[in-house]
């Protein structure tokens, strides 16, 4: 079975300073992993993705991620946060099946 | 623009009714899914289809029961509402590869008193 695990629930920021959210994600075979925002007031949305090839994966809005599978994480990364980011972020692994899996979420802060 | 739609926003129902939450997207996505958001607990799956009236038990299916008898369409349903059912119910709905992107409704915010 499939499982994720966010190690950050709660993440408070000023605007202009460097985020790391974690991930680590527990499979056995091949996975695909996921990251997706829900701004507030807003529908849950892909932020980006990984499913083979370069293992640095980048997304919408400055965002990128990590794949690291002898860590089995894949970590969320924004050099520089705007008050705009503020927002809840799930990370969610998909293995053998479509269905995936998402973690708790981490709800990130950030002060103007 | 792909779309995900959810009939109600918001919702208030009394213990013991039956409720009905409808979900329809515009993709021709062969899977649907209904999820609970609960804070501190991320996304449960509570059932999903991989075809009209196919159906598969989530992590968290008691209490629920789904329908889809259109491509389009997933109904979740409450059969006899309880206070431990009050939460953000999300509709979602992707390709079949594990590779596709969810698309996610905007959620129905259920209040059961």
């Known amino acids: 079975a499939q499982s994720v695990s966010q190690h950050n629930h709660h993440v408070i920021l000023s605007e202009a300073a460097s985020l790391e959210l974690g991930c680590n994600y527990s499979y056995g075979g091949t996975v695909n992993l996921f990251w997706y925002v829900q701004y507030p007031g807003q529908h849950l949305q892909l932020l980006l993705k990984y499913f083979s090839g370069d293992p640095l994966v980048k997304g919408i809005k400055g965002f990128e991620a990590e794949f690291i599978k002898s860590k089995f994480s894949f970590n969320l990364r924004k050099p520089s946060v705007q008050w705009s980011d503020t927002a809840e972020y799930f990370c969610?692994?998909?293995?053998?099946?479509?269905?995936?899996?998402f973690g708790r979420g981490t709800s990130l802060i950030v002060h103007p | 623009d792909v779309k995900v739609t959810q009939s109600s926003r918001y919702l208030v129902k009394r213990t013991g009714e039956k409720v009905f939450l409808e979900c329809v997207q515009d993709m021709d996505h062969e899977n649907m899914f209904w999820y609970r958001q609960d804070p501190g607990l991320g996304l449960r799956l509570i059932y999903f289809?991989?075809?009209?009236?196919?159906?598969e038990k989530g992590d968290i299916p008691e209490g629920y029961s789904v329908s889809r008898e259109k491509k389009e369409r997933f109904s979740l349903i409450l059969e006899s509402a309880s206070t431990n059912q009050t939460s953000m119910y999300l509709c979602?709905?992707?390709?079949?590869?594990?590779?596709?992107?969810?698309?996610f409704g905007p959620g129905t915010r259920l209040t059961v008193l």
């Open positions: 289809s991989y075809d009209v009236k196919m159906k």
């Open positions: 969610a692994v998909a293995g053998g099946s479509y269905i995936p899996t």
């Open positions: 979602a709905s992707s390709g079949t590869d594990s590779t596709d992107t969810q698309y």
